[in-house]
Nanobody, 130 residues
Framework: QRQLVESGGGLVQPGGSLRLSCEVS????????IGWFRQAPGKEREGVSC????????YIRDSVKGRFTFSRDNTKNIMYLQMNNLEPEDTAEYYC???????????????????????WGQGIQVTVSS
């Protein structure tokens, strides 16, 4: 069964850190464009960071540059989002996703509707509050 499962979310104070994990089963991360997304209440889903290993292209949202780091462990087929110096504005449901065809720009710009992405995780809540 092909699926993505997120973990690591929770409640953290401003300035704190969290590391999200996305465990992939049923396919190999290395072949796909992969990304992290978030959706705050009342807002549209937005791309946070996307990577395609085959061409080395990466994207990271300006508002999280210097604070968030996207990494992957190909041996374990897991991707991570390390989030440091968290701000209340980072509060959202976070999702991981994978697509075989999309470019990094297409994926993180959300050029296509959600159903066009090959795989989505179920989402995990991150709340930044004092």
């Amino acid at each position: 069964q092909r699926q993505l499962v997120e973990s690591g979310g929770g409640l953290v104070q401003p300035g704190g850190s969290l590391r999200l994990s996305c465990e992939v089963s049923g396919f190999t991360l290395d072949d796909y464009t992969i990304g992290w997304f978030r959706q705050a209440p009342g807002k549209e889903r937005e791309g946070v960071s996307c990577i395609r290993n085959s061409d080395g292209n990466t994207y990271i949202r300006d508002s999280v540059k210097g604070r968030f780091t996207f990494s992957r462990d190909n041996t374990k087929n897991i991707m991570y989002l390390q989030m440091n110096n968290l701000e209340p504005e980072d509060t959202a449901e976070y999702y991981c996703a994978a697509d075989l065809i999309m470019t990094v720009q297409e994926m993180c710009d959300m050029t296509y509707k959600l159903s066009s992405y090959d795989y989505w995780g179920q989402g995990i809540q991150v709340t930044v509050s004092s």
